[in-house]
């Protein structure tokens, strides 16, 4: 009795906590007409900030009084001065009654972007975005005005996506920047970009980008349906809507793509495709996608078929040198002595004369210190992290050698192993690479070349059940699709690619001339 008592305080209590924590949310609360009400219910609502401005005047010689309310810094002043107080203390000599807010936007602002707003949550949520709320003694609702000061800054080359032919041009952290770069790139009349807004406490502008006469629309509604799902308190950016709105979070791969070039993002959506744009990013989300489409560079497109097919197959090499390198090397000195030519496994032997550790262990110290080292270099600056690359190199390559703690032939082993997971395009795709790099090396270690091929059974089945907002992860290759091997591991002519990947099930499966 005592137990349901108790369970029933704490449940009245819990209630009680969830209607106080509710109830500062809930503004939802419609505008009257009386001036200093509305005002008031204003200041009330964000009036205790600093950098929140309330400015009242008349309406010119009328008696009629007005207020503005913007965030400074975050608000243009010279376009609230010269198109919004000037207009309306100065421009108006006599008003016709009753005075309307047509009238107001008509014939006395100078500026572009009006919207109406009758709710209180909606004016503050767009002040605290940098427009102004205009308020009018006698108008209904509120008038909100574009006022946000632009701060971006210059349009400079992708570091993340180098290219030696392309284009110059990677996005912002401005919206309307990376909107506008993909319009500049390809004006299409088709290209839709729906408008969103992400987190429960701190709003953010998301825009949804297709091509309505290509993508898929069960493709376009399943985008649109997750990210209207997205329940957080702030996005800081858009690797928190993809870990949101993925298929499978358990997985190591990663199942949306994220890029700064727009080329690629529009290329991405004339295939049929649906990229993600958040406010505050670079970084664009495209989906779906597939192993292969990590594989690929945007330079692929741009130089003739036949050099692009072969650097495209030697990615797919590095892919399963980053892999199993490590791994085959440790299997074949643990287990599988025999396999390797005589002279090789003489010479092998000499080098790893005197190393105290099994390969496994040689591997391991020397994989952990790649992986500091890269770690370091990422996060100091740039000048020192170049030095502490070149200092860890002679280090690893020299000292550890000559200590006798590892074998001259793993430095070469860990070494090629790192620069072919630099040569992976996509530096999600890299990284989940070198994390199941360590699974591979750890079965290798265990059950040699078979511990090798059992855990290359194991990834394959958890890709080929893997899917991106319903695209299997193998696609072409698994379900397979003959059609679509044309830019798979090599990338044929372009005047044979007539027809959109198939896998993506777009709108308009055949490419304009």
């Known amino acids: ?74 608000s243009d002043k010279d376009r609230i001065d010269k198109h919004i107080l000037s207009s309306l203390m100065t421009g108006i000599s006599e008003i016709k009654v009753p005075l309307s807010k047509e009238f107001i936007i008509n014939h006395i602002l100078t500026i572009s972007d009006v919207t109406e707003e009758n709710d209180v949550t909606g004016v503050v949520s767009k002040v605290l975005t940098g427009s102004t709320a205009l308020i009018v003694e006698g108008i209904p609702n509120m008038l909100v005005l574009g006022t946000t000061k632009e701060k971006s800054r210059n349009i400079e080359e992708p570091v993340s996506e180098a290219v030696v032919r392309g284009p110059r041009v990677g996005f912002t952290e401005t919206l309307s920047d990376n909107t506008a770069l993909l319009r500049q790139q390809g004006a299409n009349r088709n290209l839709s970009f729906l408008h969103f807004q992400v987190g429960q406490r701190a709003k953010k502008n998301l825009v949804v980008a297709y091509v309505h006469e290509v993508a898929n629309p069960e493709l376009v509604e399943e985008v649109i349906k997750r990210v209207k799902q997205i329940n957080i308190d702030i996005v800081s950016e858009s690797g928190y809507v993809e870990q949101l709105i993925e298929d499978n979070y358990l997985s190591p791969f990663p199942q949306l793509q994220n890029t700064e070039r727009p080329d690629r993002v529009l290329g991405a959506l004339m295939e049929g495709r649906v990229a993600i744009l958040l406010d505050g990013t670079p970084f664009v989300l495209l989906a779906p996608v597939t192993f292969s489409m990590l594989l690929q560079s945007p330079e692929d497109y741009y130089e003739r078929w036949l050099p692009s097919s072969l650097i495209r197959l030697l990615r797919f090499v590095a892919a399963f040198i980053s892999l199993f390198g490590p791994a085959i090397y440790i299997s074949f000195t643990s287990f599988h002595q025999g396999l390797i030519p005589t002279k090789l496994a003489l010479s092998m032997m000499g080098s790893r004369e005197g190393v105290p550790f099994p390969a496994i262990i040689e591997a391991l110290i020397m994989e952990v210190a790649i992986e500091i080292l890269r770690e370091a270099g990422l996060r100091l600056p740039k000048p020192i992290g ?128």
């Not at 029933?8 to 969830?18: A, E, I, S, T, Y």
């Not at 170049?386 to 074998?407: D, F, K, P, T, Y």
């Not at 511990?451 to 890709?463: A, E, K, M, P, Q």
């Not at 695209?471 to 372009?494: E, G, I």
Request: hydrophobic residues 45%; glycine residues 8%; proline residues 5%.
């Open 386 to 513: 170049q030095a502490m690359g070149i200092v860890g190199g002679l280090v690893i390559g020299e000292a550890a050698v000559r200590a006798g703690i590892v074998s001259p032939i793993m430095v070469i082993v860990v070494a090629i192993t790192a620069i072919s997971s630099f040569a992976i395009p996509q530096y999600s795709a890299g990284i989940s690479l070198r994390l199941l790099r360590y699974g591979a090396m750890f079965f290798a270690a265990v059950f040699g070349l078979y511990g090798v091929v059992l855990f290359f059974l194991f990834l394959c089945s958890h890709v080929v059940k893997l899917k991106s907002f319903g695209v299997p992860y193998t696609s072409p290759t698994v379900p397979y699709r003959a059609s679509d091997w044309k830019d798979f591991f090599v990338r044929m002519p372009l005047m044979m690619m007539k027809r959109r990947p198939n896998l993506l099930r777009p709108k308009d499966p055949i490419r304009k001339d």
């Open 1 to 74: 009795m005592k137990w349901w008592k108790s369970k029933f305080k704490r449940l009245n209590h819990n209630k009680q906590q969830g209607e106080d924590l509710k109830s500062p949310q809930s503004t939802s609360e419609q505008f009257t007409e009386d001036f200093t009400i509305d005002l008031e219910r204003l200041k009330k609502e964000i009036g205790h900030n600093w950098d929140v401005r309330f400015r009242e005047f008349q309406l010119g010689e009328t008696g009629i009084q007005a207020a503005i309310v913007y965030i400074e810094g975050l």
